[in-house]
């Protein structure tokens, strides 16, 4: 493991004074303001406060387009992602556009037939769907890039209504709509919505264009806040940027949790992950129930996991969280064992290849070597590329990549520099994917780590963990960690990190891997443990911590998880 640098962030005073006078408690005013929240009207997310649809390009378009769909009975098909943006996305269409009396159903690629995206052979499956041909295809968190895709569709057909969140290329398809924040002109305020809240902005479209030509009255129509809890699951499980928006959105959908509303997919995930909805955060969502709507996608066929969501009946949700959870174990075996062969593959790396690491095995899982890329940028702290051999000779590669590192800019270098070696990419600046020629990998972990050092400027790479500075003593309490628990916290809004010294007072290991501890600070104990640290410490420590709260025997107490100690 790479030792880290620990650093303070900066706060502004006034926007703190600003925030404690519109109300915000002092601490939150202090850890708001350092993350860039200087307007009270950031801190106000329930409902009103969202910002309208009217900002998003085409959506007006598009909600025309499908209320002439609907009113004329055409057939619908959504065209989902594999992941659980995607699975949200298309749970969210899928329930919005049947309560609004459209004939709609589904159609997931398989990341291994056919891949990522509206393809002309996923426009093939579609032309031949169960439920019959559709007359519109619609996309959910893909077919920005579908420029090939709509062709082939329209020659079948059937039109294409885009609805995406992904950077577009230089080419955008020629669909009938096209609702995307990041396509080129699109006014829309907030740049980092999911999959899953573009197509619920269409579905809020929607129903004010039923409402217009009178099908709702003005006021009418379905509850499409009932949606939001898949709404906040998809947008926290995609790791998009929590900005205010975003973060009313997950606000709303963690309160339909915690209030026990929701749809009986989460209800039944949360029961398969021992979670309990009415303590429910940011962290369950990414961590609890995302991984487990992700494994169908990775390991099987995603519609397991759509199915999952959109079903209105307990028993069979509860049936299809068991099979997920099942499947979750799988990915998580296979991913133990890629693991241990990846780090013992990077461990005899060529010492010249030091700004990088490239593994490969021709056994390993195509669906999990990203989360195996992921492991190996934590332990090394360096872009880490992973591949897996798929059936038809080429390889796979999925990676992950450190705030120092545009990844995508770095397989676009090699891509130009050794032309079909790379037969396709893509992808964003701390992850991305690829597909290489099997005979151009003995030469690609060079190609890669002179790419890194060169747009880089570097050859090493030091983690930093930002912290919030020191916590007051008058806040290390239960009550306080509770406080902290209830808000939203995730990407681009990081949860609080606290940086004290303490003497340690006693230490033990727990399951030979665990540090349990009590801190002393201030004539303040605490209880503390160091998750996966079985290294004993000295007496004094300097030490980045989460506060939190432990439940023992019906007792409420708080508890410092610590992040880094020296």
């Keep these: 493991m790479v030792t880290p640098k620990l650093t303070t962030r900066r706060t502004d005073s006034t926007a703190v004074q600003r925030l404690q006078h519109a109300g915000v408690h002092p601490l939150l005013a202090r850890l708001w303001a350092a993350r860039g929240v200087h307007d009270p009207a950031a801190t106000r997310l329930e409902w009103p406060a969202l910002i309208p649809p009217v900002h998003l390009t085409h959506v007006d378009h598009a909600a025309h387009v499908l209320a002439d769909a609907v009113l004329q009975g055409q057939r619908l098909l959504i065209i989902a992602d594999y992941d659980c943006d995607g699975a949200t996305a298309c749970a969210v269409g899928i329930?919005?556009?049947?309560?609004?009396?459209?004939?709609?159903?589904?159609?997931?690629?398989?990341?291994?037939?056919?891949?990522?995206?509206?393809?002309?052979?996923?426009?093939?499956?579609?032309?031949?769907?169960?439920?019959?041909?559709?007359?519109?295809?619609?996309?959910?968190d893909n077919g920005i890039a579908s420029v090939d895709g709509v062709q082939a569709a329209q020659a079948q057909g059937m039109q294409v209504l885009i609805t995406d969140h992904h950077l577009p290329g230089d080419t955008l398809p020629d669909a009938l709509a096209i609702v995307n924040p990041n396509q080129p002109g699109c006014g829309f305020p907030s740049k980092n919505l999911a999959g899953v809240g573009v197509i619920f902005y269409l579905m809020l479209a929607l129903r004010a264009e039923l409402r217009v030509r009178g099908i709702y009255p003005p006021s009418g129509g379905p509850r499409l806040d009932l949606l939001s809890d898949l709404v906040a699951l998809g947008t926290v499980a995609d790791v998009v940027k929590l900005d205010a928006n975003n973060r009313l959105l997950v606000t709303q959908g963690l309160k339909r949790m915690r209030s026990g509303i929701m749809q009986p997919g989460l209800r039944a995930l949360f029961a398969v992950a021992h979670r309990s909805p009415a303590q429910a955060t940011t962290f369950d969502l990414g961590f609890a129930l995302g991984p487990r709507i992700n494994a169908a996608g990775r390991l099987a066929d995603m519609s397991l996991g759509i199915?999952?969501?959109?079903?209105?009946?307990?028993?069979?949700?509860?049936?299809?969280a068991r099979q997920l959870d099942a499947i979750n174990h799988e990915r998580r075996a296979i991913e133990t064992t890629m693991r241990t062969e990846a780090l013992a593959a990077a461990e005899v790396a060529p010492p010249a290849l030091s700004a990088s690491v490239c593994v490969y095995h021709p056994d390993w899982h195509q669906g999990v070597v990203g989360l195996v890329a992921s492991r190996l940028k934590e332990n090394y702290w360096r872009p880490v590329l992973a591949f897996a051999r798929a059936d038809n000779g080429e390889l796979r590669g999925s990676g992950r990549s450190i705030p120092d590192v545009h990844l995508r800019d770095v397989l676009d270098l090699i891509s130009k520099r050794f032309p079909g070696n790379i037969i396709k990419f893509g992808g964003h600046a701390m992850a991305a994917g690829l597909t290489l020629r099997e005979d151009a990998y003995p030469d690609f972990p060079v190609h890669f780590d002179a790419a890194v050092r060169e747009l880089s400027g570097k050859s090493s790479f030091e983690p930093v963990i930002e912290t919030d500075g020191s916590l007051e003593s008058g806040y290390a309490n239960a009550d306080v960690a509770g406080l902290l628990q209830q808000q939203v916290w995730g990407a681009g809004f990081p949860a609080p990190v606290f940086l004290d010294t303490f003497r340690v007072r006693q230490q033990r290991l727990i399951k030979d891997k665990h540090l349990k501890l009590t801190l002393e600070r201030s004539d303040q104990r605490f209880d503390a443990i160091w998750f996966n640290h079985a290294d004993l410490l000295p007496e004094t420590i300097e030490a980045a911590y989460r506060l939190d709260q432990n439940s023992w025997n019906g007792m409420i107490s708080a508890q410092l998880v610590i992040e880094y100690a020296h």
């Design 307 to 320: 199915a999952c969501l959109i079903t209105d009946h307990d028993d069979e949700a509860l049936e299809l």
């Design 95 to 140: 329930r919005a556009l049947r309560s609004m009396g459209a004939t709609v159903d589904f159609l997931v690629p398989n990341r291994f037939e056919t891949g990522y995206g509206l393809s002309p052979a996923v426009v093939e499956l579609a032309a031949r769907h169960p439920a019959g041909k559709p007359d519109l295809l619609i996309t959910v």
